[in-house]
């Protein structure tokens, strides 16, 4: 029972290992992305210097 537990990659199916653990990095994924997208849309209303500082810091955000 025990061992059963434990690997619940090896038991469970694939379409129920998805739901339970795909779909929440996923969402995370989105909502990162629509959070640089919305800070970006509010540091450009700051003039160039803050658009130049955004242009230099997004590739460090995908990371």
């Known amino acids: 029972m025990n061992e059963q537990k434990a690997n ?15 779909l929440p990095m ?3 994924m989105v909502l990162q992305a629509l959070y640089n ?5 509010f540091v450009t209303n700051m003039g160039e210097q803050g658009t130049r500082s955004n ?3 997004s590739p460090y955000n995908c990371i």
């Open 8 to 22: 619940k990659m090896a038991s469970t199916p694939m379409k129920k290992l998805f739901w339970k653990m795909g």
């Open 55 to 57: 242009c230099k810091s």
């Open 26 to 28: 996923i969402i995370s």
């Open 37 to 41: 997208v919305v800070d970006s849309i």
